[in-house]
C-alpha cells in the first residue's frame, strides 16, 4: 500500500468505490478541509507519543481482511496526502488552468 501511494511513484490508479466521491463539483471549502483533516492526523499522532505505532493493529476501511500497524497508516496518510498535492499542482499547471 506504501509504494501504491509513494507521491514519487508515476503509476496512476483508481481509487477504491468506497472513496470515489458522491460528485464531481468542488467546494469552496475543499482546502480548509483537506488542511483540518491532516491537522486532526496530526493532533493524532501527538496525542499517540509513547504508543508502539508498530504494535497497533488496524482495519483497512477498504477491507476488513487487510491489516495494517499505525506506523505504516500514519505513513499512508502522508504519502497519499503529498500525491494528492503533486496531482492538484499538475492540475494548476496545466495550459489555460484559470489563474
Same mark, same amino acid.
Given at each position: 500500500?506504501? @509504494? /501504491? %501511494?509513494?507521491?514519487?511513484?508515476? @503509476?496512476?490508479? &483508481? &481509487?477504491?468505490?468506497?472513496? /470515489?466521491? /458522491?460528485?464531481?463539483?468542488?467546494?469552496?471549502? %475543499? %482546502? +480548509?478541509?483537506?488542511? =483540518?483533516?491532516?491537522? =486532526?492526523? =496530526?493532533?493524532?499522532?501527538?496525542? &499517540?507519543?509513547?504508543? +508502539?505505532?508498530?504494535?497497533?493493529?488496524?482495519?483497512s476501511p477498504v477491507a476488513a481482511i487487510i491489516r495494517i500497524n499505525a506506523a505504516d497508516a500514519f505513513t499512508i496518510l502522508v504519502?497519499? =496526502?503529498?500525491?494528492?498535492?503533486?496531482? /492538484?499542482? $499538475? %492540475? $494548476?499547471?496545466?495550459?489555460?488552468?484559470?489563474?
Amino acid at each position: 500500500i506504501i @509504494r /501504491a %501511494v509513494d507521491p514519487a511513484g508515476q @503509476r496512476t490508479m &483508481s &481509487s477504491p468505490k468506497i472513496f /470515489a466521491p /458522491a460528485h464531481s463539483e468542488i467546494s469552496d471549502d %475543499v %482546502v +480548509d478541509r483537506f488542511v =483540518a483533516s491532516h491537522q =486532526a492526523i =496530526a493532533e493524532l499522532l501527538v496525542h &499517540s507519543d509513547g504508543l +508502539d505505532h508498530n504494535r497497533i493493529r488496524l482495519s483497512s476501511p477498504v477491507a476488513a481482511i487487510i491489516r495494517i500497524n499505525a506506523a505504516d497508516a500514519f505513513t499512508i496518510l502522508v504519502y497519499h =496526502a503529498e500525491r494528492h498535492l503533486n496531482q /492538484a499542482q $499538475r %492540475v $494548476r499547471d496545466t495550459k489555460g488552468f484559470p489563474t
